[in-house]
T-cell receptor, first 117, second 115 residues
Framework: AQSVSQHNHHVILSEAASLELGCNYS??????LFWYVQYPGQHLQLLLK??????LVKGIKGFEAEFIKSKFSFNLRKPSVQWSDTAEYFC???????????????FGTGTQLKVEL | EAGVAQSPRYKIIEKRQSVAFWCNPI?????LYWYQQILGQGPKLLIQ????????DSQLPKDRFSAERLKGVDSTLKIQPAKLEDSAVYLC?????????????FGPGTRLLVL
């Protein structure tokens, strides 16, 4: 079975600091990778996703993530965080390919990010 | 475009009672998902519907949980009887056709506390 690990459970940064959140998955086949974000009081929403091609994918609000197949990783980055980035971030994976085996997402445990002014 | 709607937002019950949650997906979305999110964990898929048929319910505790999507639109998730460990946020999500590359759109969730 697939599993997703997010090693940083809580991260506190000052505004303008750089961010990198780790995500590792265990699945040997083709995967689709996602980062979802939940801002305080809001729904889970998609930040970015990767299927194939350029392993560096850009998402909303200046976030990007890099897929490194050899490391089974999909780390999320942002060069300069803002107070409004305070949220919980979830990495998720499902089996890939053109249609895949349905859309059964396996989520990591999440990383709570707090950005201080 | 209206998002995924869920009700109620909060529910407190005693163990062994029953409870039901309702979800209305985004209009036109054929696929509907129910997730359970226990505090400190990520969402875990309980059941996935494609229209009114079940695609995956492998992680649904079928001795106490049931779900239906009779007309292929809105859905209900029921727990009967509830246990303390069922305390969690129950999230509903929907997507257009259920392909693996699709974005899932989540509702606000129902926070359940079992005493």
């Amino acid at each position: 079975a697939q599993s997703v690990s997010q090693h940083n459970h809580h991260v506190i940064l000052s505004e303008a600091a750089s961010l990198e959140l780790g995500c590792n998955y265990s699945y040997g086949g083709t995967v689709n990778l996602f980062w979802y974000v939940q801002y305080p009081g809001q729904h889970l929403q998609l930040l970015l996703k990767y299927f194939s091609g350029d392993p560096l994918v850009k998402g909303i609000k200046g976030f990007e993530a890099e897929f490194i197949k050899s490391k089974f990783s999909f780390n999320l980055r942002k060069p300069s965080v803002q107070w409004s980035d305070t949220a919980e971030y979830f990495c998720a994976v499902n089996e890939g390919g053109l249609t895949g085996g349905g859309n059964k997402l396996t989520f990591g445990t999440g990383t709570q990010l707090k950005v201080e002014l | 475009e209206a998002g995924v709607a869920q009700s109620p937002r909060y529910k407190i019950i005693e163990k062994r009672q029953s409870v039901a949650f309702w979800c209305n997906p985004i209009s036109g979305h054929a696929t509907l998902y129910w997730y359970q999110q226990i505090l400190g964990q990520g969402p875990k898929l309980l059941i996935q519907f494609q229209n009114n048929g079940v695609v995956d319910d492998s992680q649904l505790p079928k001795d106490r949980f049931s779900a239906e999507r009779l007309k292929g639109v809105d859905s209900t998730l029921k727990i009967q009887p509830a246990k303390l460990e069922d305390s969690a946020v129950y999230l509903c999500a929907s997507s257009l056709v259920g392909a693996s590359r699709e974005t899932q759109y989540f509702g606000p969730g129902t926070r359940l506390l079992v005493l």
